[in-house]
């Protein structure tokens, strides 16, 4: 149900920090996890048959590799348009505004194995993340793009940075306190800390103009 006060974003309660990724496509600060696990896989599989249909180097292995292409563009775009109606979705129940990492983040702080790697840059997250902005946006709230700095190494409780706060890529464990949580999601809960502290810096700003709209 909508907020009374103005739905998705007017007057937003709170954020939703949005996390994205490569194990998780996308997971959220209110506890959604979009999973990758299953379309990775097929994505990997069909990386490996298009390569192949290319070094044959004849016509019709030509034609069938752009095929491949084709189907697998159509795939992920179909699945990004699903991930970020749900997430806006969920974002307008809870009535918060949407906080994304500015999408330089993503590439620069995964240190991933090869084969996710081949992942991380062959998924459209880019089309994911301007998804999410164009139906956030059509809801009534723009997304607000946060510094991606140490996101992943940032504790969400106290705020302590540290390499040591990530003992593995799946897990958070800070050093002070000793909170504990998987990392993605700890980062979606920065991610929507810092969406807040700049949408109440900027809502100062902007008090007149929002009046005007409310
Ligand atoms: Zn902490």
Redesign the pocket.
Known sequence: MRDPRGGLNAHPVGFLGVDLGVVNVAVTSDGARHCGRRVNRKREQDRKLRSKLQKKNTKPAGRRAKKYAGKEARRAKDINHKISKRIVAEAERAGRRIALEELTGIRERARLRKPQRTTLHSWPFAQLGSFIAYKAKRAGGPVVYVDPAYTSQE?S????TARG?RPSQAVFS????G?AEHADHNASHTIAHRGWYMWVRGARSTAPERTLIA
């Open positions: 504790c409780k106290c705020h302590h706060n800070c050093r002070v306190r909170f």
